[in-house]
């Protein structure tokens, strides 16, 4: 195997001041043009931030388009913060997360601006607020992203998926977006570096990737699912099973093993 030397010191500096100073401008312009414009104009802003955010930090984003409708439930395996970056390259999306991270220093302020729906573990009566928040943005058009698993994994295998966060669209009968997600490296070898997983700390997981000298992130959806007549439970397999075929995993009862990948290389 070919030994890929890290990105210099200088360079990785260089990278963490140029993406500080990119979120800066994240923040005001969300803060100062948000306002100013309608949905469509944040959704363009969106896109066009999580675009220069993968430059910054020399990922290359391979995927291919979806004729999915607006108004569609993304659903996706979970492995990085960068997730939610390179989903809006193609779908610019509400996404639902964990309530705690609400209270996170601008990252929590810059979610809820960005549609970002919490959700309190756990709690039944939250989670039917939840629902009905879920159900206003589909029905205005508007693309909601979830990350079932319900936690973040190294990217070498899927968890189960929490088929509950999928009521939404039993009630608007909205399509599901199957969404795949990978990290690579220069190779074209399965990258941990991005992984948010385990105990990896948020500021590991940035130097990890700061001393990357480039990454490929793969995004592949798989047609869009019908939800006309389907329980939950069969579309949290549907989805699930989606998904698991374009990483190259075998099925559930041994997730750890990948079938070859004939785009690797």
Known sequence: ??????????????RGLRLGLHFAWIALGTALLYPLIGTVGQARLKQRWSLQTLKILCVRLETQPSDAPPGSLIVANH????DIFVINTLRPAAFVAKAEIRQWPFIGWLGARNDTVFLHRGSRGHAKVVNGEINALLNTGVDVAIFPEGTTTDGTHMLSFHAALLQPVIETRR????????YHDEQGNL???PSFAGNTTLSQCFLAIFACRSLTARLRPAPAIDTSGQT?????QAAHAAIATRLGFLPASNPSEKLPDPQAG
Do not use: D, G, K
């Open 175 to 182: 399509p599901v977006l199957p969404l795949a997600l990978s």
């Open 191 to 193: 990258s941990q570096a």
């Open 79 to 82: 492995v990085s913060w960068l």
């Open 232 to 236: 939950r439970r069969e579309l949290s």
């Open 1 to 14: 195997m070919i030994q890929v030397r890290p990105t210099p010191y200088l360079i990785r500096v260089f």
